[in-house]
């Protein structure tokens, strides 16, 4: 009994100091610029540059089934397969755009990337692209993410933005911060473009 009791034991203590070392690590990857423009209760306004990101594009229409599928193709390219068979550092967010048409899933490349001096990709869905500055509204909520949760605070971020009377357009859209192996301190967000500047 006293055997099984240390056994358990130590690996809680084991399960903990992975978990702790992959939120470190998480922490450590650059994650894309933005700037506060104004914090709400439900919700902030942010300010995003423009960036550059590695794209795909897929007829998935829920989180499921563009997740694993899409992480795939843009890790392949990221950790070698590409022309220069170059690995390319891993940043934060995973932005995913899902609707019923055509979803995308774009990984945000390192800064010191733009689109000229980045490598080809080996497969031909992945595409390189810039996207323009633009401000968005962002809600954010923790634990792990699922079509439904997803749904949920989408209603939230479109009812406390038409309670303030802040136009928005486009999609909602998700961020992930975190891989699927962390189990604490996960961060995920609602974003949708507002018209901001005309304020």
Not at 73 to 95: C, D, R, S, W
Not at 119 to 141: G, M, R
Not at 144 to 166: D, P, Q, V
Request: hydrophobic share 40%.
């Amino acid at each position: 009994m006293k055997i099984a009791i240390i056994i358990f034991s130590a690996l809680i203590v084991l399960i903990i100091a992975f978990q702790t070392y992959v939120s470190m690590a998480t922490t450590k990857s650059e994650t894309q610029t933005y700037k506060v423009i104004k914090v709400e209760d439900e919700f902030e306004i942010r300010y995003y540059p423009s960036a550059t990101m590695a794209m795909i594009t897929s007829s998935a229409t829920t989180y499921k089934e563009l997740g694993s599928p899409g992480f795939a193709k843009l890790a392949g390219y990221i950790f070698g397969g590409n022309q220069e068979n170059k690995k390319i550092a891993m940043t934060t967010p995973v932005h995913m755009d899902i609707n019923d048409s055509a979803s995308t899933m774009s990984f945000v490349m390192p800064s010191i990337y733009n689109k000229d001096n980045l490598p080809l990709p080996n497969n031909s869905e992945v595409t390189i692209k810039t996207v323009p500055e633009e401000y968005v509204a962002a809600l954010k909520f923790g634990g792990f993410a699922s079509n439904e949760r997803i749904k949920e605070h989408t209603a939230i971020l479109e009812n406390a933005l038409k309670k303030h009377k802040i136009a928005y357009y486009g999609h909602f859209r998700f961020l992930g911060y975190n891989p699927p192996f962390q189990f604490i301190g996960r961060r995920n967000e609602i974003i949708v473009a507002v018209h901001w500047e005309a304020k």
